[in-house]
């Protein structure tokens, strides 16, 4: 997906997840909303997926400034991030890139707050990867 930034670890996916989620923390995200899809389709299909979460992160002064700027742009709040599993030792994580913001609104505004939150994400990522 072209307009996610993502990362591979070599590690497995129930430490990974907390990495991710202490990681987004320290950036100012709060996790608002957690998905767990595996658990949610087993229940509903009675289907079988790798594990796969995802995170409904938030840092509230950019999405306050996002939603000053362009009232609509909470369609797209809060940030999505996804850790799934990818094999028994591998975990991919995706957030998607803010950018995504700029594209769809023409509010000047937007820019520098979407150019802030993806800053974040990544040093988030860039965290976890290492």
């Not at 996916?13 to 957690?34: I, S």
């Not at 594990?51 to 002064?61: D, H, R, S, T």
């Not at 700027?69 to 028994?88: K, Q, S, T, Y």
Request: with cysteine; net charge negative; hydrophobic share 45%.
């Amino acid at each position: 997906m072209s307009d996610a930034m993502t990362i591979r670890v070599s590690a497995g996916f129930a430490p990974t997840l907390e990495r991710v989620r202490a990681a987004l923390k320290d950036q100012g995200f709060g996790v608002l909303t957690e998905i767990d899809l595996r658990s949610t389709l087993r229940e509903k299909l009675g289907v079988e997926l790798a594990e796969y979460v995802i995170l409904g992160a938030c840092n509230p002064p950019l999405a306050h400034r996002a939603v000053q700027a362009d009232p609509g742009i909470g369609l797209l709040l809060p940030c999505n991030v996804v850790v799934r599993a990818d094999g028994p030792d591998s975990t991919l994580v995706q957030a998607m890139d803010p950018q995504v913001m700029v594209r769809l609104s023409d509010a000047p505004e937007l820019p520098a707050v979407a150019d802030e939150a993806a800053a974040r994400l990544r040093a988030a990522l860039d965290t976890v990867s290492h």
